[in-house]
């Protein structure tokens, strides 16, 4: 039986190697295997770290249509942000201007999945061109599947577009998730 603890353990045993490439991938700043909390470009780097079963991986859809009507399917994201009842809690994912989903910048996320499961046990290791992880600016795109899959999104989407950082402060975000498992026995 696997407790929360444990897991936590296990991320933290890959705590230092994941912080390596997430800040390196993502040019924040890494001095001696960890990240540097105190004031580096102007100001500090918040680690947050997602971890979880097949939710965590994140399997909401960003906009399917129904087969029969051709109209977006309610409950995906766009759906959501055309909706009067909820468009005002969905207007800040939208980039007006571009007209396509908007990324943040100051929000930085690395997420073990990229492409599809193939690797050992369903893992994604090795990996697609030897790449076994996602990582970017947050937004859409970073659900099951990773970015090799641009379609689905899971709560770091919702987690980091209402995070509320200090001006000048820059947020990482490490999610890590394995669906198909079961708490119990794996």
Known sequence: RVSASLCLWLVC???????????????????????????ANNGTVHVFVLAGQSNMEGHGDIATKDP???????????????????????????????DTWRSLQDVKIW????????????????????????????SIGYGAGGTNRRDLIGPE???????????GDKALIIKTAWGGTSLETN
């Open 13 to 39: 045993l890959n705590l230092s190697s994941l912080l390596q490439v997430a800040c390196a991938h993502n040019r924040i700043q890494v001095r001696h295997h960890a990240i540097h909390t105190g004031k």
């Open 68 to 98: 029969k009507t051709h109209t977006l399917s309610n409950g995906t994201l766009l759906y959501q942000l055309h909706d009067p009842r909820t468009r005002h809690e969905f207007q800040k994912l939208w980039d007006t201007k571009a």
């Open 111 to 138: 997420f073990n999945e990229f492409g599809s499961e193939h690797g050992v046990n369903g893992s994604t290791i090795p990996g697609v061109n030897r790449q076994d992880y996602s990582a970017g600016d947050l």
């Open 157 to 167: 989407l919702g987690f980091g577009f209402n995070l509320k950082i200090p001006k």
